[in-house]
T-cell receptor, first 115, second 114 residues
Framework: EPEVTQTPSHQVTQMGQEVILRCVPI?????FYWYRQILGQKVEFLVS????????KSEIFDDQFSVERPDGSNFTLKIRSTKLEDSAMYFC?????????????FGPGTRLTVT | AQSVTQLDSHVSVSEGTPVLLRCNYSSSYSPSLFWYVQHPNKGLQLLLK????ATLVKGINGFEAEFKKSETSFHLTKPSAHMSDAAEYFC????????????WGAGTKLIIKP
C-alpha cells in the first residue's frame, strides 16, 4: 500500500541552524501539508501546497519557514534559523484532492530537537 | 469557525470492556469529521471518517463513530477493548475554505488495563 515517508526520523540541531525536513508524498496525490505537534500539545496546521505554490499557511508559518517541491517527488520544509520553540514532531501529509471527505495520509513524522 | 473538543484527556478501561472516546465539534458548514490514531512512536493513522452517507461510521480495528448533528458530537466507540488499542486518539474536522486543512482536537490517551 502506498505511504508517505519522511526523513530523517529524528533531527537534532543547534539554535540558529538551518534544517530541512524531507517528505515523499504518495505519488498520485496533488495536495501536500505540513503539521507540527509540540510535545503535550495539539497537532497544528502549518501550510498547504498545491500546484507548486503555497495555498494556505497558518500564523506559525512565518518568514523562517519555507516549503518547496524541488523534483516532483520530494516535498521539503525548511526552517532557516531554528529556535528552541521549534522543537516538535513535524508531520507531512498528502491528499489526492482537497475536497470534502478526502482524507490526508500522514507520514511517520520527524522529531526535531533544537538545543 | 471550526473547532473540536475532546472531552477527556485520558480514558482508562479494562481489556474486554467497551470504549467511549468523546468528541464535540463546532462547524459553520456541514462538517467533514475524522478520527486518527497515533500509537507510541508511530505516525498518524486514519481510523474512520464521516462522509454523510450514514450517521454510524465503521472504521478499522472494530471502531465505530456516530455522527449526531443535534448534539454536535462524533463519539468513538468499540465494544471490547484490546491491549493493542492503547494509543492516542484524535478527533479532527476539516476546513472547506482553507484547502481542507485539518483542525485537531487535543487528543485522548486510551489506557488499557489487563
Amino acid at each position: 500500500e502506498p505511504e508517505v515517508t519522511q526523513t530523517p526520523s529524528h533531527q537534532v540541531t543547534q539554535m540558529g541552524q538551518e534544517v530541512i525536513l524531507r517528505c515523499v508524498p504518495i505519488s498520485n496525490h496533488l495536495y501536500f501539508y505540513w503539521y507540527r505537534q509540540i510535545l503535550g500539545q495539539k497537532v497544528e496546521f502549518l501550510v498547504s501546497f498545491y500546484n507548486n505554490e503555497i495555498s494556505e499557511k497558518s500564523e506559525i508559518f512565518d518568514d523562517q519557514f519555507s516549503v518547496e517541491r524541488p523534483d516532483g517527488s520530494n516535498f521539503t520544509l525548511k526552517i532557516r534559523s531554528t529556535k528552541l520553540e521549534d522543537s516538535a514532531m513535524y508531520f507531512c501529509a498528502s491528499s489526492e484532492r482537497a475536497e470534502r471527505y478526502y482524507e490526508q495520509y500522514f507520514g511517520p513524522g520527524t522529531r526535531l530537537t533544537v538545543t | 469557525a471550526q473547532s473540536v473538543t475532546q472531552l477527556d484527556s485520558h480514558v482508562s478501561v479494562s481489556e474486554g470492556t467497551p470504549v467511549l472516546l468523546r468528541c464535540n465539534y463546532s462547524s459553520s458548514y456541514s462538517p467533514s469529521l475524522f478520527w486518527y490514531v497515533q500509537h507510541p512512536n508511530k505516525g498518524l493513522q486514519l481510523l474512520l471518517k464521516y462522509t454523510s452517507a450514514a450517521t454510524l461510521v465503521k472504521g478499522i480495528n472494530g471502531f465505530e463513530a456516530e455522527f449526531k448533528k443535534s448534539e454536535t458530537s462524533f463519539h468513538l466507540t468499540k465494544p471490547s477493548a484490546h491491549m493493542s488499542d492503547a494509543a492516542e486518539y484524535f478527533c479532527v474536522v476539516s476546513v472547506p475554505d482553507s484547502n481542507y486543512q485539518l483542525i485537531w482536537g487535543a487528543g485522548t490517551k486510551l489506557i488499557i488495563k489487563p
